[in-house]
T-cell receptor
């Protein structure tokens, strides 16, 4: 069974702090996506990474795909209260057209 | 900005009844997906669909489930005989094949299915 484990599950930090969320698997993925999901809504795509070692930046968010394409990280610089939410990683295992979602990291940024 | 839409937003049905959940994917997208999310749990893949065929399905997607693209715009998920454990949020997603965007899935707002 292919799994994507996210850590930490919960994170509560003060505004202005930096944080990193991890997404790990023993499987190789063709691509990996990061989403943000608000309660009662569908996941909203933040970024897609497809090349091992790839780094993408979206304002204060930096996403990295591991060299072996088995893991990824999301780093937020100077967190703001608006960053509060559920962050999900999702991957498409090589050779398949299905996507596996991670367990999620619930982030709370305190003012 | 184009978006995926889903109807209804909430469906309540009795156990054993058939339900059809509807989705209108983004118009130029060619790959379509259904996912479900049981309350408090992670998003689970159900099925992917391309060129009027199922590309891949999960163990959850058994004979009680079927998908169809009845016309050029709608993509439906049918559950033939609902069970209590089918209660969940069902999300439709679509992606574009061109320009390397296959992996970028755009999700609809979801249909909350409650089976009583």
């Amino acid at each position: 069974t292919q799994l994507l484990e996210q850590s930490p599950q919960f994170l509560s930090i003060q505004e202005g702090e930096n944080l990193t969320v991890y997404c790990n698997s023993s499987s190789v993925f063709s691509s990996l996506q990061w989403y943000r999901q608000e309660p009662g809504e569908g996941p909203v795509l933040l970024v897609t990474v497809v090349t091992g070692g790839e780094v993408k930046k979206l304002k204060r968010l930096t996403f990295q795909f591991g060299d072996a394409r088995k893991d990824s990280s999301l780093h937020i610089t100077a967190a703001q209260t608006g960053d509060t939410g559920l962050y999900l990683c999702a991957g498409g295992p090589s050779g398949t057209y299905k996507y596996i979602f991670g367990t999620g990291t619930r982030l709370k940024v305190l003012a | 900005e184009p978006e995926v839409t889903q109807t209804p937003s909430h469906q309540v049905t009795q156990m054993g009844q058939e339900v059809i959940l509807r989705c209108v994917p983004i118009s130029n997208h060619l790959y379509f997906y259904w996912y479900r999310q049981i309350l408090g749990q992670k998003v689970e893949f159900l099925v992917s669909f391309y060129n009027n065929e199922i590309s891949e399905k999960s163990e959850i997607f058994d004979d009680q489930f079927s998908v169809e693209r009845p016309d050029g715009s709608n993509f439906t998920l049918k559950i033939r005989s609902t069970k209590l454990e089918d209660s969940a949020m069902y999300f439709c997603a679509s992606s574009d094949l061109t320009g390397g965007h296959l992996y970028e899935q755009y999700f609809g707002p979801g249909t909350r299915l409650t089976v009583t």
